[in-house]
């Protein structure tokens, strides 16, 4: 499937003024980005566009904690679902739809102070390529989340595959006005672009 850059842009500036740890894309992607962008409002104006079916992407909530208290990153079901609510809202009008297809609880200091990035995704990634996992972590500094764009895929590339999120930036966190759940949406929204 295609996204367009312009599209999860739009959905990205939803939460900015924090830091967002994903690299910005490469010359290459946004040219891509831009040739389809140009492909779609041709398309447009020609009367040529057609309504895409509804894609619906499995989730899977990774949450890391260094203990089972929430101030260790052990995020309460109820932030959770209302997280996964949030997620469904913000791309309600893209095409995509997402169903929860579990949530794991782990408990690992170093994953959750976000060290470890390979070994822990290593362990804990669910599905293929198509499979969205996101990772709720602490991080130093402002630092918000962080995901990558996709690329062509690989054993390598599928492994680092996700996003991860400042586990207090769910719904009812600590994070203050950071604690809405758009973090999520907008790291998120750096991975799409898959084929």
Known sequence: MKFSFSLIFSLVALA???ECGTLEPSLEMLEVSK??????????VNGQLIAAAVVTIP???HVLRSG???????IPRSQLTAQFRVLKKAFASTGFSFTLAGTTRTTNSAWFND???AGMKAILHKGDYKTLNVYFQNFSGD???????PQTPTAAIIQRDGCSVL????????TTNYNLGQTATHEIGHWFDKD
């Open 115 to 117: 060290r470890d990035e």
């Open 59 to 61: 989730v899977w909530f």
């Open 16 to 18: 900015t003024a924090r």
């Open 35 to 44: 040739k389809f962008a140009q492909e779609a409002a041709e398309a447009e």
């Open 167 to 174: 586990y207090t930036s769910t719904p009812g966190g600590t």
């Open 143 to 149: 630092l918000l989340g962080h995901c990558y764009f």
């Open 68 to 74: 089972t208290s929430v101030s260790q990153g052990n």
